[in-house]
C-alpha cells in the first residue's frame, strides 16, 4: 500500500520506471472549435515539456473556425507538434485517432490525453508522469479524490450530472475503486494502452473515458489517482450535449453486460442444456418410458451437453491450476449433487401435484439445480488460477 495515497496499490512487479520529465511522451489534444485556446495552450505545453521527444499531437475534426489552420502555422515554429485531421466523429473517435497514431507511427512511450479548453492545467501532466515514473500504468487527474476540486462556477447541474454520472459508471460498469472515471486528463503508459487495444472503442462522446477505463482496467493496468484543480473553459464554447449524455448512460450498461462474459455465456449453455433435457425428455416419454426413469435419463443428457459446451466455450479462456482428470471428477460430483437435487425436486413437486403436465414439473426442477451448478463450477470446478 502506498501510504501517500490510501487504498491504491501498487504491485512489486512494477515495470521498469518511464523517465520523468516526459521522455517519449505524446500529449494528445482533441479540438472542435477551439480557436481562441488552441495556440496558448500549445504555447504552454511546448514550453512546459521541452523534452526533444515529446510530441505534442492535436486532432482536429475539421473544425470550421480554422483551429487546424492555427495548429499548422504553429506546428512550423515547433516541429514536435503535429496534427491529425477528419471529418467530425466525436471526441471519443478523436482520442482513437490519435493514441493509435500515438503509438503506432510515433511510437511514444506514454500518452497523456488532455482537454484545450485549458480545464486540465498543463502543468499538473508533470505530476501525472511522475506517478508513472513511480511504477503506475495509469494516472488519473482527479477532481474527487482528496485534494482535488471543481471550479466553483460549475453549474450545481453540471455538477450533479458529474458526481452522479460517476457513481453511476463506477457501479454499473464495475470500475472499483477509481473516484473519477470520468476525467479527460490522464497519463497512460504505452504498454497498458496497447493491451487494452484502444483501437476498438467505439464511444463518440463522454463514455470513451469509461470505456477506456474499463479496458485498462480489465487488462491488469495499475490505476492511481492525482488531485487536480479542474477550471470551468474561459473562451469557446461547450460541446456536451443531450446526446453524449444519452450515449453514456446505455453504453455503460454495455460494458456492465460484457464484463461478465462468463455469466452470459454460462447462461446460454444453460438455456441450450435445458432444450437438451425437455427435449430429449419428451422423446422418452413418446418411446413409452415412465416418466421416473425419463426425468433422471433427460437430466444426465444435459449435464453431458453443459460439460462439453462448459469445457470448449465458456470457461475456455481460463487458467485453471490442477490436472484435467481431478477437474473432471470434481465436475462429476457437481453434476452429480446437481442431478440429485433436480430429481429429488421433480419427485418432490410430482407428489403434491400428481396431474400436473411432467414436462412442467422437470422444467421447474432445473431451477435450484442451475444455481447450485453456477456457484460450484465457477467457483470450484473451473476456478480461474490466474493472478489477478
Ligand atoms: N476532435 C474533436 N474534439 C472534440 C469534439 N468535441 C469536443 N472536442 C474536444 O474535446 C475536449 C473536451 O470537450 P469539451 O467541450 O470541453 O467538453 P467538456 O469539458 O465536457 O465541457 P466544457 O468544458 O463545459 O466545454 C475539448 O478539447 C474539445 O475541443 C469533437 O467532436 N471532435
Ligand atoms: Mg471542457
Given at each position: 500500500m502506498d501510504p501517500a495515497h490510501p487504498g491504491e496499490t501498487l504491485r512489486e512487479d512494477a515495470p521498469p520506471a518511464l523517465a520523468a520529465g516526459g521522455t517519449g511522451v505524446c500529449f494528445v489534444v482533441p479540438t472542435y472549435n477551439e480557436a481562441p485556446n488552441v495556440v496558448p495552450l500549445l504555447r504552454r505545453l511546448t514550453g512546459l515539456y521541452a523534452d526533444p521527444d515529446a510530441a505534442f499531437l492535436v486532432v482536429d475534426d475539421e473544425s470550421p473556425d480554422g483551429t487546424g489552420r492555427l495548429v499548422r502555422e504553429f506546428a512550423a515554429t515547433d516541429g514536435r507538434v503535429r496534427l491529425l485531421e477528419g471529418p467530425r466523429r466525436g471526441f471519443g473517435q478523436a482520442y482513437v485517432r490519435g493514441m493509435t497514431h500515438a503509438l503506432?507511427?510515433?511510437?511514444?512511450?506514454a500518452v497523456v490525453q488532455i482537454d484545450a479548453d485549458f480545464s486540465h492545467d498543463p502543468a499538473d501532466a508533470r505530476r501525472l508522469l511522475d506517478r508513472l515514473a513511480d511504477g503506475a500504468d495509469v494516472a488519473i487527474g482527479s477532481?474527487?479524490?482528496?485534494g482535488g476540486s471543481l471550479d466553483p462556477r460549475w453549474s450545481a447541474g453540471r455538477r450533479l450530472l458529474s458526481r452522479w454520472g460517476n457513481r453511476f459508471a463506477r457501479y454499473i460498469a464495475d470500475i472499483?475503486?477509481?473516484?473519477?472515471?470520468?476525467?479527460?486528463f490522464k497519463a497512460i503508459r504505452a504498454d497498458a494502452l496497447g493491451a487494452a487495444r484502444v483501437e476498438d472503442i467505439r464511444a463518440r462522446g463522454h463514455t470513451f473515458q469509461i470505456a477506456l477505463l474499463h479496458r485498462l482496467i480489465h487488462a491488469g493496468a495499475r490505476v492511481v489517482e492525482e488531485p487536480i484543480h479542474f477550471r470551468e473553459r474561459e473562451r469557446g464554447r461547450t460541446k456536451l450535449g443531450a446526446r453524449s449524455i444519452l450515449e453514456f448512460f446505455l453504453a455503460v450498461w454495455w460494458l456492465r453486460l460484457t464484463s461478465h462474459r462468463v455469466l452470459l455465456k454460462y447462461g446460454l449453455t444453460g438455456l441450450v442444456g435445458v432444450a437438451v433435457n425437455l427435449g430429449s425428455f419428451q422423446v422418452l416419454l413418446g418411446l413409452g418410458l415412465h416418466k421416473f426413469l425419463a426425468s433422471p435419463i433427460a437430466i444426465e443428457l444435459s449435464i453431458v451437453s453443459n460439460f462439453l459446451m462448459h469445457n470448449y466455450?465458456?470457461?475456455?479462456g481460463r487458467v485453471m491450476a490442477g490436472r484435467k482428470r481431478v477437474r473432471g471428477l470434481k465436475y462429476n460430483a457437481v453434476s452429480l449433487a446437481t442431478l440429485a437435487l433436480s430429481y429429488a425436486t421433480f419427485v418432490g413437486l410430482s407428489v403434491p401435484f400428481p396431474r400436473a403436465s411432467p414436462v412442467l414439473l422437470q422444467a421447474c426442477a432445473i431451477v435450484p439445480a442451475v444455481a447450485l451448478n453456477y456457484l460450484a463450477n465457477a467457483y470450484w470446478t473451473f476456478r480461474d488460477t490466474a493472478p489477478k
Open positions: 503506432e507511427t510515433l511510437g511514444a512511450d477532481r474527487y479524490v482528496a472499483r475503486g477509481v473516484r473519477d472515471c470520468t476525467s479527460g466455450w465458456t470457461f475456455a
